[in-house]
């Protein structure tokens, strides 16, 4: 008996290799080889999205990580005294600077 001639566009392309007799029981062997690599494309995927939002997080995170450091050093000008004094002047008030230190003030008990 002459020996076929293995023809790619046939054999694999047309699926003509599946019904010989030694792989019609591989099926399930098949199936599970397209299994694991459906399983392994889909959790490659899942590590890129993730690694996208992380990224995306880090970026998000360094914004407004500057934002906050602006904002803070802005408010400790603001707090300054002599800040204060300006914009106490500036609004027209009637508040001085304080010309003696301050002092603490002592709870009477009257029992004692």
């Given at each position: 008996m002459a020996k076929k001639r293995?023809?790619?566009?046939?054999n694999i392309l047309g699926g003509a290799f599946?019904?010989?007799s030694q792989m019609a029981g591989q099926w399930?062997?098949?199936l599970y080889i397209f299994l694991l690599i459906f399983f392994f494309f889909f959790l490659n995927l899942a590590v890129?999205?993730?690694?996208?939002?992380?990224?995306?997080?880090?970026k998000e995170l360094k914004n407004?990580?500057?934002d906050y450091t602006s904002k803070e050093a802005k408010l400790q000008a603001q707090s300054s005294r002599?800040?204060?004094i300006i914009?106490?002047?500036?609004?027209?008030?009637?508040?001085?600077?304080?010309?003696e230190p301050a002092f603490r003030v002592k709870k009477y008990d009257s029992e004692n």
């Open positions: 293995f023809d790619i566009k046939n599946l019904t010989r399930m062997f098949i890129i999205n993730t690694q996208k939002a992380s990224s995306h997080n880090l407004l990580k500057a002599s800040e204060i914009r106490l002047e500036q609004s027209g008030s009637s508040l001085k600077d304080p010309t």
